[in-house]
């Protein structure tokens, strides 16, 4: 197994998009919650869409030329964490990718990106735990501390 780290390109959009159901369904399977709605074809164009329009920073893990996974990222601002940072937005590896460092890789991608943008620092939030556990310690492992609170939204 070779894992390449690559940007996703708009082409692949599909495929991204498909691997996102795989997160979202794996999420709401987990909590017993249909906390999103997803539509492959929507997605894949949003995705598309944000690539071209550069809004969104999205790596693709390949294995052999096929998407074994992907980190998308995106630019934020805040006064307290004194000015741009990256946001985590979605990290997905397949299953019979996990624990053979394909996420890390993904990581430290996310990290050049990061250091190239000048921004101050990465922020993720997990999915619900304790579904998640395995995730919060990928993420401990990798070096993001804790800061609390809990991620809210409202519908428009």
């Known amino acids: 197994m070779t894992i390449a780290i690559k940007p996703a390109t708009p082409e692949q959009s599909p495929d991204i998009a ?14 017993d919650v249909k ?3 997803f539509d492959r074809n929507q997605t894949a164009e949003r995705l598309r869409q944000f690539l071209v ?3 969104y920073f999205v790596f693709v893990a ?13 630019e934020s601002y805040a006064l307290y964490a004194e ?10 590896v397949r299953p019979q990718y996990r624990s053979k460092g394909v996420g890390k890789k993904l990581i430290d991608r996310a990290r ?26 990928f993420y401990e492992k990798e070096g993001f501390t804790i800061t609390g609170g809990r991620k809210l939204k409202a519908g428009l």
């Open 112 to 137: 050049e990106l990061a250091a190239a943008k000048e921004w101050t620092r990465l922020e993720v939030t997990t999915p619900p735990l304790p579904q998640f556990e395995r995730t919060l310690e």
């Open 35 to 37: 906390a999103f709605n």
């Open 83 to 92: 000015g741009a940072f990256g946001t985590i937005a979605e990290l997905y």
């Open 53 to 55: 329009d550069q809004k």
């Open 18 to 31: 498909e691997m996102v159901g795989q997160l979202l369904a794996e999420i709401m399977s987990r909590i």
């Open 62 to 74: 390949e294995d052999a030329g096929k998407p074994v996974g992907f980190i998308a990222l995106y």
